[in-house]
């Protein structure tokens, strides 16, 4: 089975940078998604990594160490907008589970002025 | 980038009654669509993926023939929560992946649908 955990609520200031851990515990995955959450709304499609290392999008980031069972999300120059909630995800091998996501517990991001 | 919608987006009803939630990719084919369960400030859950033209798959704990879902087309599935109680109440999104193949295909979220049994 899959299992991610993330910090429960995070809180940064206006033009910061904000570091989101994502930690799992898995049998094996394609790969890694970020998604955001407003209030109330859909989730959207932030970052994905298939491999480790690296991805960068903007103003934000993504990183996966296989090795480590570890990936985080990075947001740099932080605006109020961003304030919501942050989920990792992970893709379940494709042989048995159809391309499905697993989501994290998620992080609620407040932003402050 | 692709859209879904979901209807309706909110919808209270009565103990006992049955509910329909459609949801449709707008502007590409869905042959997957996956159904989520939300409850305030907690993670979505998947309840169910839905192909179309076949039956839908379940996951563990999720009653079937409580939440029946439909894919008659490739831009549509429906999920409807029969004989709905109280703890039924919740946030219910759908999600849609366009096409088959590749480790990873991007989901495209619908808007939810804000369910409240009296």
């Known amino acids: 089975g899959q299992s991610l955990e993330q910090p429960s609520e995070v809180t940064a200031v206006e033009g910061a940078i904000v570091q989101i851990n994502c930690t799992y515990q898995t049998s094996g995955f394609y790969g890694l998604s970020w998604y955001q959450q407003h209030d109330g709304g859909a989730p959207t499609f932030l970052s994905y990594?298939?491999?480790?290392g690296l991805e960068e999008t903007g103003r934000f980031s993504s990183f996966l160490s296989r090795s480590d069972s570890y990936g985080y999300l990075l947001l740099q120059e932080l605006q109020m907008k961003d304030s919501a909630s942050y989920f990792c995800?992970?893709?379940?091998?494709?042989?048995?589970?159809?391309?499905?996501?697993?989501f994290g517990q998620g992080t609620e991001l407040s932003v402050k002025p | 980038g692709a859209v879904v919608s979901q209807h309706p987006s909110r919808v209270i009803c009565k103990s006992g009654t049955s509910v329909k939630i459609e949801c449709r990719s707008l502007d590409f084919q869905a042959t997957t669509m996956f159904w989520y369960r939300q409850f305030p400030k907690q993670s979505l859950m998947l309840m169910a993926t839905?192909?179309?033209?076949?039956?839908?798959?379940?996951e563990q704990g999720v009653e079937k023939d409580k939440f029946l879902i439909n894919h008659a087309s490739l831009t549509l599935s429906t999920l409807t929560v029969t004989s709905a109680h109280p703890e039924d109440s919740s946030f219910y999104i759908c999600?849609?992946?366009?096409?088959?193949?590749?480790?990873?295909?991007?989901?495209?979220f619908g808007p939810g649908t804000r369910l409240t049994v009296l």
């Open positions: 839905s192909n179309e033209g076949s039956k839908a798959t379940y």
């Open positions: 990594n298939g491999l480790d």
């Open positions: 999600s849609a992946r366009e096409g088959r193949g590749g480790p990873f295909n991007e989901q495209f």
């Open positions: 995800a992970v893709s379940p091998p494709r042989s048995n589970q159809g391309g499905k996501l697993i």
